[in-house]
């Protein structure tokens, strides 16, 4: 218990900061929506898929692999409080024309790029 727990923890850690570093990058003023943000979210759907496509396909990863990659490494990376946060402002700020084009994008993006993931890893 106790070794997973660190796992998750360090896995969390480097997830973490890794998105600190695209909202410096991307998430300023002059754009209009949150880009980092939205780039976190996506490209951590894009590595679940991979991570849970290769379980599937070759069962490779154990609960350990698992456990820092997915729950810790993902769910450091990913931010759904972050996003919703994002949207508050958006409706905060009447902005709704700003707010659906990210809303829509985050989901449709994020969701595609789990497919894209397990996708790739079963046919190459």
């Known amino acids: ?8 923890f360090l ?8 998105r600190y570093i695209l ?5 300023n003023f ?4 949150p880009y980092g943000t939205m ?5 951590g759907s894009l590595i679940i898929g991979l991570i849970f496509g290769l379980v599937s396909k070759y ?3 154990t609960e350990n692999h698992s456990l820092f990659l997915a729950t810790g490494f993902c769910g450091g990376f ?3 409080s972050t996003f919703a946060y994002e949207n508050h402002l958006y409706i905060k700020n009447g ?20 497919f894209l993931g397990m996708y790739l890893v079963k046919y190459f």
């Open 95 to 114: 902005d709704y024309f700003g707010m659906l084009p990210y809303l829509i994008a985050t989901f449709v993006l994020g969701i595609t790029a789990v």
């Open 11 to 18: 896995g969390g850690g480097l997830g973490s900061v890794a």
């Open 78 to 80: 990913t931010t759904f």
């Open 30 to 33: 002059e754009n209009a929506m």
């Open 23 to 27: 909202s410096l990058k991307f998430n």
């Open 59 to 61: 069962g490779s990863l």
């Open 1 to 8: 218990m106790m070794k997973q727990a660190l796992l998750v």
């Open 39 to 43: 780039i976190a979210n996506v490209l």
